[in-house]
C-alpha cells in the first residue's frame, strides 16, 4: 500500500513589506514533486530544485516561494531565509548596507523563526535547534 500524498500550504505575510512568502511542504514527497505540484497551479514558477536538496526558494517579484522536505533542518532553513530576505531587498529595491544592515537582521530572525514554527506545528516536521 503506498503513502498518500498531500501537499500543505502556509503563508507569511510581512504586512509592512508589499511581499508574501508561500510554503510548500509534501508529506511523503520529494521536493521535486512539491515543485512540480505547486508549478502545475502557477506557471510562473522558476528554477529547479536538485534531487538532493531539502528546500529550495523561487523569487517571483513580490511572491516569493518555498518547498521544504520532511528532512529539512535549521541549518537549512537558516540558508534558505538569507536568499528570502535578500529577495525582499531586491524587489523593494534596497541592498545590504551599513543603514539597512538591521533591517536585514530583522526580517531575517523574523522569517527564521516564523518557519521554525511552522515546520513544527503546522507541517509536524520533528525540527530540532
Given at each position: 500500500?503506498?503513502?498518500?500524498?498531500?501537499?500543505?500550504?502556509?503563508?507569511?505575510?510581512?504586512?509592512?513589506?508589499?511581499?508574501?512568502?508561500?510554503?510548500?511542504?509534501?508529506?511523503?514527497?520529494?521536493?521535486e514533486e512539491i515543485y512540480g505540484a505547486a508549478k502545475n497551479e502557477d506557471n510562473s514558477l522558476e528554477g529547479l530544485p536538485s534531487s538532493n536538496w531539502k528546500a529550495f526558494v523561487s523569487i517571483n517579484g513580490s511572491s516569493i516561494y518555498l518547498f521544504i522536505d520532511s528532512g529539512v533542518t535549521p541549518f537549512i532553513l537558516a540558508h534558505e531565509c538569507v536568499h528570502i530576505v535578500k529577495g525582499i531587498f531586491d524587489y523593494i529595491g534596497s541592498s545590504l548596507e551599513d543603514s539597512s544592515e538591521e533591517f536585514f537582521a530583522y526580517?531575517?530572525?523574523?522569517?527564521?523563526?516564523e518557519l521554525i514554527r511552522v515546520c513544527k506545528e503546522e507541517f509536524k516536521i520533528d525540527i530540532k535547534l
Amino acid at each position: 500500500m503506498s503513502e498518500e500524498k498531500t501537499i500543505k500550504r502556509w503563508t507569511l505575510d510581512y504586512q509592512a513589506l508589499p511581499v508574501t512568502l508561500s510554503v510548500f511542504y509534501g508529506e511523503n514527497m520529494e521536493l521535486e514533486e512539491i515543485y512540480g505540484a505547486a508549478k502545475n497551479e502557477d506557471n510562473s514558477l522558476e528554477g529547479l530544485p536538485s534531487s538532493n536538496w531539502k528546500a529550495f526558494v523561487s523569487i517571483n517579484g513580490s511572491s516569493i516561494y518555498l518547498f521544504i522536505d520532511s528532512g529539512v533542518t535549521p541549518f537549512i532553513l537558516a540558508h534558505e531565509c538569507v536568499h528570502i530576505v535578500k529577495g525582499i531587498f531586491d524587489y523593494i529595491g534596497s541592498s545590504l548596507e551599513d543603514s539597512s544592515e538591521e533591517f536585514f537582521a530583522y526580517y531575517l530572525g523574523y522569517t527564521f523563526e516564523e518557519l521554525i514554527r511552522v515546520c513544527k506545528e503546522e507541517f509536524k516536521i520533528d525540527i530540532k535547534l
